[in-house]
């Protein structure tokens, strides 16, 4: 591997690693609890940047097996991909519910206690 493609592989690791924690995020014992929105949004901005960061491997490593119309469309579609975790991954930190776990309300408890829900 030539020096000047070291920094971006090593980008590409790091957001291969993020998406890995997206979406392990849910099955943590902090956000086991959270809502289906926060469960959803973690596991779907994960696989975009795991899709993602392989779609931008192939193309930075593997570019010369590539047809021209191949190339096109892996650069689209992991472009839109890099979008797609981008925005996931802010709407997560931005939400309340990731720096405050939801607990589960003390009605819900109850109810699940007497066996009628």
Same mark, same amino acid.
């Given at each position: ?7 971006? *592989? &090593?980008?590409?690791?790091? &957001?291969?690693?993020?998406? &890995?924690?997206?979406?392990? @995020?849910?099955?943590? =014992?902090?956000?086991?609890? %959270?809502?289906?929105? !926060? ?18 491997? @192939?193309? #930075? !490593? =593997? ?8 190339? &096109? ?7 839109? $991909?890099?979008?797609? +975790?981008?925005? !996931?991954?802010? %709407? $997560? #930190? !931005?939400? *309340?519910?990731? +720096? ?6 003390? +009605? =819900? ?9």
């Amino acid at each position: 591997m030539r020096a000047d493609l070291a920094g971006v *592989a &090593i980008g590409l690791f790091g &957001i291969a690693v993020v998406g &890995i924690w997206l979406v392990a @995020l849910p099955w943590t =014992r902090k956000y086991r609890r %959270s809502s289906r929105w !926060f469960r959803d949004v973690a596991v779907a901005g994960g696989l975009a940047a795991l899709l993602s960061s392989g779609g931008h491997s @192939l193309l #930075l !490593f =593997r570019a010369h097996h590539l047809s021209r119309v191949t190339f &096109i469309e892996l650069q689209i579609i992991s472009f839109v $991909l890099g979008g797609m +975790w981008m925005g !996931f991954l802010f %709407s $997560l #930190l !931005f939400s *309340a519910e990731f +720096w405050e776990p939801r607990r589960p309300s003390h +009605w =819900r408890t109850h109810m699940l206690r007497k066996r009628q829900v």
